[in-house]
């Protein structure tokens, strides 16, 4: 079955120009994006509604106007928030997109310096926050020309870009002792990795503890910073929106399905699968469809 990869690699946009601007609706298009990293940059504009952007660990909500900002290989997942509904943009750009030549003295001073760690940035800009009324004039254009990125529109894009790039050098600062908990958050991946792979079998802390190389009580509760939520409910929770895909997308039975996501009790599925999406898993299916 197709997973979200937890290590996105795709490339957005064309090899010669790695940029894409993609709009989601939650929940009509999709009820989350679970946890995943890449090595983009990427900005998350919200443009209506209301929802949850998680960035190492630490939740934000996001109205009309709020803006994220998440560097190279951060972890982080996209959330509907209780029944709320929310219209967001995302905007991807890679960093070879400024590198000129072999030794460009710009791309090392300017770009590097958040590619390994000395420079970061504040993840969670308000509306009414500096850093987003001086970046939204370079933002809105992007939204705006979506469509026609590798057409008519490359130059705007591109200084928009850069002068984008140039705002967040003016407002990074220097990275502090909270790389350390991001060196021990970034460990956790292999229990994400462990998790996607093994998800439809009995999986115990202490397996996972020690993709990790961490103690059980150690692990539990970094992980429960990590996700903002125990391990045993991220499983359950991951199995769950694995179930939502194939129910919108196969004609599996329910039990069949409920199967290979790792439940083989079907009342307990149904239980907990009514207790996320509100709906049974036939009502969902029907509504999705519709």
Known sequence: MERTPLHETKIHGIIAFPYSVYKGNIPEWLPSFPLHWHSDFELIYCAKGKIQVTVW???????????????????????QIGTETGEYFNIMFHPSLFKGSEDDPCYDKYVLPFLNGEKTILCFHPADSSFNQTVTPCILPLLEHRKSSYSTHELMIKSSLFLL??????????????????????????????????YDQEISIQQAAKQCGFSESHFMKLFKEFTGMSFVAYVINYRLELAAKQLSETELKVIDIAANCGFHNQSYFTRAFQKKYHKTPLQYRKTIRS
């Open 57 to 79: 660990g630490q939740a934000y909500t996001l109205f009309a106007k709020d803006l994220i900002v998440i560097l190279p290989h951060a972890v982080h997942s996209i959330e």
């Open 165 to 198: 790039l140039h705002y967040m050098t003016q407002y990074s600062t220097t990275a502090d002792n909270t790389n350390a908990l991001q060196l021990s958050y970034s460990r956790l991946k292999n229990a994400l990795f462990y998790i996607q792979k093994f």
